[in-house]
C-alpha cells in the first residue's frame, strides 16, 4: 500500500505540473485516493511534510530532551498554545518573554 508520505509527495509534483487535462485528472485521482485512504480532504499544510524541519538539540533539560527530533511546526504551535495560557496567567511573564524575544 502506498504511504501517506508517498501520496502527498505525488500530490505536490502533480500540483506543480498541472498543465493540462490529464495532469487534474491524474491530481483528482490521488486527491480522491488520500480521501479515501486517510478519511480526511489534503490540507495544504499536510503537503510539505519532505521539507518539515526537524529540530535537534543536545541540551540536557527536560524541555530539550522532549523536542528533539520532533517537528518544529509541531513544536512552535504549541509554544504559541502555551504564550497565550501565560498572557492570560501571568502578563508581566509574557511580556517580559516577549522583550527579549524583541530584543
Given at each position: 500500500?502506498?504511504?501517506?508520505?508517498?501520496?502527498?509527495?505525488?500530490?505536490?509534483?502533480?500540483?506543480?505540473?498541472?498543465?493540462?487535462?490529464?495532469?487534474?485528472?491524474?491530481?483528482?485521482a490521488?486527491?480522491?485516493?488520500?480521501?479515501?485512504?486517510?478519511g480526511q480532504?489534503?490540507?495544504?499544510t499536510?503537503i510539505?511534510?519532505?521539507?518539515e524541519?526537524?529540530?535537534?538539540?543536545?541540551?540536557d533539560?527536560?524541555?530539550?530532551?522532549?523536542?528533539?527530533?520532533?517537528?518544529?511546526v509541531?513544536?512552535?504551535?504549541?509554544?504559541?498554545e502555551l504564550?497565550?495560557s501565560?498572557?492570560l496567567?501571568?502578563?508581566r511573564?509574557?511580556?517580559a518573554?516577549?522583550?527579549?524575544?524583541?530584543?
Amino acid at each position: 500500500m502506498i504511504s501517506q508520505r508517498e501520496l502527498l509527495k505525488a500530490i505536490e509534483e502533480c500540483e506543480k505540473n498541472v498543465n493540462s487535462f490529464q495532469g487534474c485528472e491524474k491530481l483528482s485521482a490521488l486527491y480522491t485516493v488520500y480521501d479515501h485512504l486517510y478519511g480526511q480532504p489534503v490540507e495544504y499544510t499536510n503537503i510539505h511534510t519532505e521539507t518539515e524541519t526537524i529540530i535537534e538539540t543536545d541540551g540536557d533539560n527536560d524541555f530539550l530532551k522532549a523536542i528533539n527530533g520532533k517537528s518544529a511546526v509541531k513544536i512552535w504551535n504549541i509554544v504559541s498554545e502555551l504564550m497565550e495560557s501565560v498572557k492570560l496567567i501571568q502578563p508581566r511573564l509574557y511580556d517580559a518573554v516577549m522583550q527579549k524575544i524583541q530584543e
